[in-house]
């Protein structure tokens, strides 16, 4: 095993890192929109600084509007010019591409929710409010807990906004009720959409107001923002509730059988999976009384500020293993950092007068303070000392994310196959455990027509990205298989927020039917298709347009899968071979890699 005094100092700044944070409060993310004079001549990225295949995305302006008639007027004025549009969030944290408006790259305008993110009403009889599409995730649970209301369920990270988070149909974890996605509790959509024409009052766009029991709000819950600009939201909501969790940690020999047992008796526990530890951390979380003692909070390590020095580093280390084809080195990192993460709750902080933020589990605490975290947006300005480990402006993390909802029939299956291939080489997947291993949440089919067909598992996958396209990462060809694998052998629906483009190859065939009544509805509200994009297009199938691209090094990055040699990076021994488990799977294994890992078969 290759170690070295750098791994133990780094284990050390992990511990001291994971001290700080708690202290420290991070210089807030860049905007995702930047522009060269006024709102014109822009730039469009994402949360990350970078899309999945690389580009530039160039737009001819920003609109800001400030509420519905703005907005409306907005839309109007690009419809008639044919212009098309694309709307851009606060944060913009999904990674494909979808903030960047079609037509010719420079010409289309961006729209920009933020000043969109009131609260319109607020019914606490019936459970319900209606809010502005642009209000984050975190701006709605507060408001909501300032009524003694409680939003069921929602994703981990609180950077995103309400349109956003519904038109990537993002969740938290739970077979219970509805289910853990934001749209199941959608109850009323207002939606502002071109016209061909002008309407009565002269515009070229109109307002269009959808609530239950009218199909097409199944297209608006979750649209990838093809339908026009989620102008207010309606919610059913709760009366505020507590949460217990307690993170429990077991080995990993025969857990696959125990997976959708424990998803149906949990409400919102969700797996961790460290396949190289052999450890998986069940977090059992259970709704309790309000009048349950407690008034824990959910800060979750990853989310938190973090001190840039100490981000740095940790990537720069990462890079030398990368470079010096070091597995085991990250192995030597991964176990140290889960034991801490850990030994400190997972950023659970039990509030209880104690000097230490986790004295134990069980934390208890308000639905709203347990449900999401992402304290790292929250801070003042401290020169980039301080940053969301992402930070597009230093030299931070930069990863990969495949996350793919594998069908609960299937997932004691997919379990076991990945083990058989973390078998030939338990260092292959140390990787992804410097980014919380194999996160494993529970979610309900939809009625959404683009919602899950199937109750299934979220698995979700973070790992290295280089910062060059074309140099291969370690053990490459492990996780491309067990990407294939997941959605080609088992039949899994990608995130619309995450993945690589290989991600959402045959997406539009796993819909089925679901799939044609949706593209019926965006034909309906945008027949002339301005609010699409050639990546929309490539997702839903329509246009003849391509969700992958066939050039030098394309496998590396998600944009194909190889094919041929030169899909990879032949010149420093990555060639395109077989899967060791799933053999119908292409991959990009290094020469000597092959070797071994045949000698271990």
Known sequence: MKTNLSHHHLLLTLTLSTLLSTLIHATPPPPTVTCSAGDVNCIVTNGYGIYPDRTTCKAASVARPADESELLSVVSDASQKKQHMKVVTVYSHSIPKLSCPGGLDGEGLVISTENLNSVMNVDPLRGRMTVGGGITLRGLIDAAAENGLALPHSPYWEGMTLGGLIGTGSHGSSLSGKGPAVHEYVVGVRLVVPSTSAGGDGKYARVVELVEGNEELLAAKVSLGVLGVISQVTLQLEPMFKRSITNRVEGDDGFENQIAAFGSMTEFGDITWYPSQG??????????????????????????????????????????????????????????????????????????????????????????????????????????????????????????????????????????????????????????????????????????????????????????????????????????????????????????????????????????????????????????????????????????????????????????????????????????????????????????????????L
């Not at 309000?290 to 981000?311: E, H, S, V």
């Not at 410097?434 to 598992?457: C, E, P």
């Not at 990462?473 to 990407?483: A, K, N």
């Open 279 to 600: 450890r998986v951390v069940f977090r059992d979380d259970f709704r309790v009384p309000i009048t349950t003692k407690g008034i824990g909070l959910n800060d979750f390590t990853g989310f938190r500020a973090q001190p840039r020095l100490i981000i740095e580093g940790i990537r720069t280390t990462e890079e030398l293993l990368e470079a010096t084809h070091n597995p085991s080195g990250k192995c030597v990192l991964s176990t140290g950092q889960v034991t801490i993460l850990l030994e400190s709750g997972l950023g659970l902080k039990n509030r209880d007068g104690s000097l230490l933020e986790f004295t134990g589990y069980p934390v208890i605490g308000n639905q709203s303070d347990m449900q999401t975290s992402g304290s790292c947006l929250n801070g003042k300005d401290d020169l980039l000392l301080t940053v969301c480990g992402w930070d597009r402006r230093i030299h931070g993390l930069r990863y990969h994310q495949t996350t793919v909802s594998i069908p609960l029939t299937n997932i004691t299956s997919f379990i076991s196959d990945v083990k058989k291939l973390r078998d030939i080489n338990r260092d292959s997947l140390c990787g992804v455990e410097l980014y919380s291993g194999f996160l494993m949440r529970f979610i309900k089919a939809s009625t959404a027509y683009l919602g899950k067909t199937a109750d299934s598992v979220d698995i979700d996958i973070t790992y290295y990205r280089s910062n060059d396209p074309l140099d291969p990462r370690l053990d490459e060809d492990v996780l491309e298989e067990i990407e294939q694998m997941a959605l080609f052998k088992y039949k899994g629906m990608p995130h619309l927020g995450k993945n690589r483009n290989v991600g959402f190859v045959g997406m539009r065939e796993k819909l089925g039917a679901k799939g044609d009544l949706f593209v019926k509805a965006m034909e309906k509200y945008d027949p002339e298709g301005l609010f699409s994009s050639d990546w929309t297009d490539a997702v839903l199938g329509l246009r003849g347009k391509a969700l992958t691209v066939e050039k030098k090094g394309c496998a590396l990055e998600g944009l194909c899968i190889c094919s041929r040699d030169e899909h990879c990076a032949p010149e420093k021994g990555y060639l395109c071979r077989p899967g060791m488990v799933y053999t119908e799977s292409r991959v990009c294994r290094r020469e000597d890699d092959g070797l071994l890992k045949m000698e271990v």
